[in-house]
């Protein structure tokens, strides 16, 4: 939540929010708001969630603290794929499903590469769009600015604050390229990657250790010409998958074939989720996985802050430079550097 760079004009939205509500907001009013199943406010607390602002930060601290005995009662899933193999038009199409049977379905973001160009992608208001109207589903796209760790963590925050506002459904969709799978992974229950027929995997930039956590694979854009290909390729996926080893949670990895667009085989996904909440609820690995999940993020949120206090240590800060240079000279080993700059830290860390 610290490290987030939101941008000026962000920052400032927020605080003309925060006055036009009688100064702050209350921490109980957002609940309040939350509680209610106010998108509104829903939205608004995870802007705050965003802010590098102190007070936007205690005031967010505390509603989620105040959110989080309601919170954890729906099914989190990650969505993931390289970009153009129709995240969003699956999401649209699976989240619509479960919003015509009453199923109220929340859509986060994170993308790395919003860092790199601004942009995001859940940023494009073309994306999603009979979905965004639709009363039973929010979508919310990823902050456009903010290192992964800090985004990631406000993401893990919104799934609280989303599940105490009523949505059963959590999807975090994220690009299928790199780091930001793996922090995904932390923090769903069910992860789905969406491949394409035709495609070799370096195409689909698509890493083993991507595929081996997936508890679905599925490839889209079955339809048309495409359809006999995509369900050669999902049959060829599913020889892989069980080339890996037997998982401890008893999971098999399923794969299939849909077609977003047509929306085929979006049923079939939604089964597999169900199949998978009941085995894991009766064998004990959807809590397991979630007390798993919150250590590492524990662990996680210390390591970061500790690195915080690091470098903003004033001895450490003095004697970096210094310290680097004798290392990239190769007078000393960087453990031997690392060992200098932290006895700097420790003795002065009062
Ligand atoms: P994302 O970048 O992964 O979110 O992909 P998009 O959802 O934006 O889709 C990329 C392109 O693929 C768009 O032109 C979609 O219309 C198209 N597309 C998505 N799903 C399907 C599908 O099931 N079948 C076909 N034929 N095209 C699809």
Request: aromatic residues 6%; glycine residues 8%; contains cysteine.
């Amino acid at each position: 939540m610290g490290d987030l760079n939101i941008d000026k004009a962000k920052e400032k939205a927020i605080s003309a929010f925060l006055k036009s509500q009688k100064g702050v907001l209350s921490a109980n009013e957002i609940v309040e708001g939350i509680f209610a199943g106010s998108t509104k406010v829903l939205g608004q607390a995870i802007t705050l969630l965003e802010s590098t602002n102190p007070q936007h930060i205690e005031i967010a601290t505390d509603v989620v603290n105040k959110c989080l005995p309601k919170s954890g009662k729906s099914i989190r899933i990650g969505i993931t794929g390289v970009p153009g193999v129709g995240k969003s038009t699956f999401i649209e199409s699976f989240g619509s499903y479960l919003t015509d049977q009453g199923i109220k379905t929340a859509v986060l973001a994170i993308d790395p590469s919003s860092n790199v160009n601004k942009g995001s992608i859940l940023g494009d208001k073309t994306r999603m769009e009979n979905l965004s109207k639709n009363p039973l589903a929010f979508i919310r796209p990823s902050p456009s600015s903010g290192a992964l760790g800090g985004v990631a963590n406000a993401t893990r925050e919104s799934i609280l604050l989303c599940e105490s506002a009523g949505f059963e459904v959590i999807i975090v969709e994220t690009v299928g390229v790199g780091q930001s799978e793996y922090l995904v992974k932390e923090m769903v229950d069910f992860f789905l990657l969406l491949m394409l027929s035709g495609a070799g995997d370096e195409i689909q930039g698509i890493k083993r250790g991507i595929m081996e956590m997936a508890d679905a694979l599925f490839v889209n854009k079955a339809d048309g010409t495409n359809e006999l290909f995509s369900q050669k390729a999902a049959q060829s996926y599913k020889n892989v998958l069980h080339l890996f080893t037997a998982r401890e949670d008893n999971w098999i990895p399923e794969t299939g074939t849909c077609s977003a667009i047509y929306n085929t085989g979006i049923k079939n996904v939604w089964d597999i989720i169900l199949k998978f909440k009941a085995q894991q609820t009766t064998n004990g690995w959807l809590a397991k996985r979630r007390k798993n999940q919150s250590e590492t993020w524990l662990l996680e949120q210390v390591n970061s802050e500790l690195k915080n206090l690091f470098l903003q240590n004033n001895e450490v800060q003095k004697n970096m430079t210094e310290i680097t240079e004798q290392v990239v000279s190769g007078k000393i080993t960087p453990y031997a550097g690392s060992k200098i700059l932290m006895d700097f830290f420790t003795r002065n860390l009062k």
